[in-house]
């Protein structure tokens, strides 16, 4: 029986492709730096803000120094206007409701900047729908380690048979493992089926319906 639901944010309840994409190209002009294409971004993402930046440097070919300003500025600019281009992907606030009404705790795990993603869940989510955010946060390790999986199953007094852990890309796939739960691809997010199924996903879904059903039967 499933008692928790851990979900990736980025890609899989939230699509933000357009919003990083914005705000990493307007860090980039800050700096003299031309930008990149949106669809690029969807490969870059997914490891925290920090790797973002330093894979859209080494993109760019620029002098690796920049990180230094670039990171802290991007984070900046994007958490003073996190919703920009931001909305929930079709389905995700219907499916977040009947994996509650079926008793189902749900969190949500991002590599995301703690504060940002927090703020995002709550925009979004009405209160009920989601039970806790947690987001990049210091002395934490970033996902695919389970370090952060842990906690939360800890906090719901769940075991891990108990949990399903939803993501969109390899390395929420990744971290499923790691933490030893069963994994669940999305096909609506920023990775294709072939990462996902390379990496391992225990089922690939292209509905978040499907979800609702993976919580009743398991």
């Not at 096909?187 to 009743?216: H, N, Y």
Request: hydrophobic share 40%; glycine share 8%; proline share 3%.
């Amino acid at each position: 029986m499933i008692k928790l639901c851990i979900f990736d944010m980025d890609g899989t309840l939230v699509n933000t492709i357009d919003t990083i994409a914005h705000f990493g190209n307007t860090a980039l002009k800050k700096f003299g730096l031309d930008a990149i294409p949106t669809d690029d971004y969807k490969l870059m993402v997914g490891n925290g803000s920090d790797v973002l930046i330093q894979r859209m440097l080494k993109k760019l070919g620029a002098d690796e120094g920049l990180q230094k300003s670039v990171h802290p500025y991007y984070v900046d600019i994007y958490d003073k206007d996190f919703m920009y281009l931001t909305a929930p992907y079709d389905g995700i606030t219907d499916m977040l409701g009947k994996v509650k009404e079926n008793g189902v705790n749900t969190a949500i795990l991002s590599n995301k900047d703690d504060s940002t993603a927090k703020k995002v869940s709550d925009e979004l989510f009405e209160k009920g729908l989601v039970d806790l955010c947690l987001g990049a946060r210091p002395g934490v390790a970033l996902k695919p380690d389970p370090q952060a999986v842990f906690e939360i199953i800890e906090k719901f007094g769940a075991s891990k048979d108990e949990c399903l852990y939803i993501g969109d890309t390899a390395t929420d796939i990744k971290t499923a493992k790691n933490a030893g739960l069963y994994s669940v691809g999305v096909l609506w997010g920023f990775r294709d089926e072939e990462e996902l199924r390379t990496a391992g996903a225990d089922v690939i879904i292209s509905d978040p319906a499907e979800i609702v059903e993976i919580v009743k039967n398991r």
